[in-house]
């Protein structure tokens, strides 16, 4: 998220968590085992790119941070959370 949130994709490997976030060559990139060799050819995949298809990458990934990974976002949703749990509103 923090590479995100500059506007950097990120290449991951596919498990757990961050197979959810990052969506394949629109946010980020993602390889399916942590094997040196997957490793490297998912890096030269991207780098196979074209400058402007990096770049839309690159946007995206910081579109998806600013929508939903903000801390204004995460203490939003983290206050929505607290308010359906003890069944009150927003503070007065």
């Known amino acids: 998220l923090e590479?995100?949130?500059v506007g950097t994709p990120v290449l991951a490997v596919a498990s757990g968590g961050?197979?959810?976030l990052?969506?394949?060559r629109r946010t980020g990139w993602l390889i399916e085992h942590a094997v040196p060799s997957l490793l490297a050819e998912g890096?030269?995949?991207f780098h196979r790119l074209?400058?402007?298809e990096r770049g839309a990458i690159a946007v995206n990934a910081r579109?998806?941070?600013e929508q939903h990974?903000?801390?204004k976002r995460y203490s939003e949703s983290m206050l929505a959370v607290l308010e359906r749990a003890t069944g009150s509103g927003a503070p007065e």
């Open 22 to 24: 990052i969506e394949h």
């Open 69 to 71: 990974h903000t801390l």
């Open 3 to 5: 590479a995100w949130s």
């Open 50 to 52: 074209s400058p402007a």
């Open 43 to 45: 890096i030269c995949d």
């Open 18 to 20: 961050i197979a959810e």
């Open 63 to 65: 579109r998806v941070w």
